[in-house]
């Protein structure tokens, strides 16, 4: 009789556990598929890791300069909005505004204000320019320029 019962415990735990086995495998491929299904096939921010013009000023942190996979944190100051990826970089941003809110055009040298120059994405990178046409000279010959730039 003990014998039957040890073995009836066993079977109803090892039961329990290929259940639960099951269960995490079916999660694991549920989630995956939801991933697959719902993540962009190709953003702005993968894309400039070969060069493009970056329109979605969200996807930049701008104290690291960074392209980000998802929307930054929006810091508003005196009327422009800029973009940061995290808590450590808004807070940082928000200390240095003088110094993170702008860069310079890798091109002609000037300074820009991040939050309304046009943005250049390069090998995870984004370069701002005082105009489309020093984005368009940049986007020519990016290594020209990036040898050059802090970002190297």
């Known amino acids: ?79 422009k909005t800029y973009y940061l990826c995290c808590g450590g970089c808004l807070a940082a941003f928000k200390a240095g505004v003088a110094q993170y809110s702008t860069a310079v055009d890798p091109v002609t040298g000037a300074r820009v204000d991040k939050a309304t120059a046009p943005i250049y994405a390069y090998r995870g990178h984004a370069y701002f320019f005082v105009s489309e046409e020093t984005l368009a000279r940049f986007a020519q010959e990016p290594q020209l320029y990036v040898t050059a730039s802090p970002h190297s």
Not at 32 to 54: D, N, Y
């Open 1 to 79: 009789m003990e014998h039957a019962r040890g073995t009836r415990s066993r079977t109803k735990k090892t039961r329990l556990l290929r259940r639960a086995a099951a269960g995490g495998i079916l999660a694991l491929a549920v989630g995956g598929f939801v991933f697959f299904v719902t993540r962009p096939v190709s953003t702005e921010a993968t894309a400039g890791r070969e060069g493009m013009r970056l329109a979605d000023r969200t996807r930049v942190c701008m104290l690291q300069d960074t392209l980000q996979t998802q929307a930054g944190l929006p810091y508003e100051h005196q009327g």
